[in-house]
């Protein structure tokens, strides 16, 4: 089985998206996704990101959200809006864009994209996906992937007369749902078993474990094989095409009328 006929057995399959999310990482000269630019501590600027090492065009929230776990994540996502981690995470994007808690100040807007989002005014995420969910696009595409949420709206700040203290407030006007992911092939994941025409069910798997069910599934699909990532790092290696990057979706706006007390400011 030649592995760059996967992507079209995903669009065979009708799984569009996660073949063209494929066809990108074929397409483009190899480049391995440093190991520590996926832990949180050391990711780089998503604004010092190259077009080589990131997609913004592909994944789309109106097709994730066909997805019902996507639509839960969004939910998880809201509901961690007002957590202390992401009042201080806010706080922290106020005062890096020089707001020192006088007046008002405007904080992100709807025409940002999902990385300016990322880099401005994002407050907290979930995680979505694993490896016991279907054999759907979703799968295909993302795998395991974090939903984050951003906001726009106006910080403002009420001086007490007595003590000179301000209390600082956020008047949230939209929320922004997106999807962030690396698209890379490093550790031993197992990706599937494949034909030429599609990926095997997990049932049809476990009966290829056995040599009557190998026989079966290969007289009724062809020649296939279990696909793991150590066989894209060979082919990167091997032909010098296959380059890592980061995925972000579209962003996906709610608007919303609320207030966040971020207390005394500092």
């Known amino acids: 089985l030649a592995l760059s006929r996967i992507p079209g057995a995903m669009r065979n ?26 832990e949180p501590e050391k ?3 998503p604004m010092s990101l190259s077009a080589a ?24 996502a809201e509901s961690r809006l007002m957590t202390t981690n992401a009042i201080n995470r806010l706080k922290n994007l106020l005062k890096q ?3 020192r808690g006088a007046g008002s100040f405007k904080l992100g807007a709807r025409t940002m994209t999902a990385r300016e989002v990322d880099s401005a005014s994002q407050v907290n ?43 600082a407030h956020l008047q949230v006007e939209y929320l922004g749902f997106y999807i962030r992911d690396h698209y890379d092939f490093s550790g031993l ?45 060979n082919y990167r290696e091997k032909h010098n095409e296959g380059g890592d990057f980061f ?12 207030i966040i007390d971020l207390g005394t400011w500092t």
């Open 125 to 167: 995420f979930t995680r979505f996906g694993n490896a016991w969910n279907t054999l759907d696009d979703m799968y295909g595409a993302l795998g395991r992937a974090s939903l984050k949420i951003g906001i726009t709206g106006t910080a403002f700040g009420i001086q007490n007369p007595i003590t000179r203290e301000i209390k």
């Open 43 to 45: 990711q780089p600027n």
């Open 53 to 76: 090492q990131c997609d913004e065009s592909i994944v789309k929230m109106s097709w994730a959200m066909q997805f019902e776990r996507c639509r839960e994540a969004v939910e998880v």
């Open 189 to 233: 994941q197992y990706l599937g078993t494949w034909t030429e025409d599609r990926v095997l069910t997990k049932a049809e798997t476990v009966i290829t474990l056995t040599p009557q069910g190998h026989l079966v599934i290969r007289l009724k699909d062809g020649a296939f094989a279990a696909i793991t990532n150590f066989h894209f790092r």
């Open 13 to 38: 399959m009708g799984w569009d998206t996660a073949a063209a999310l494929m066809q990108r990482w074929f397409d483009s000269p190899g480049w391995e996704m440093p190991a520590d630019w996926k």
């Open 97 to 99: 864009a020089g707001w």
């Open 247 to 258: 995925v972000y979706s579209d962003v996906l706006w709610k608007k919303v009328d609320q």
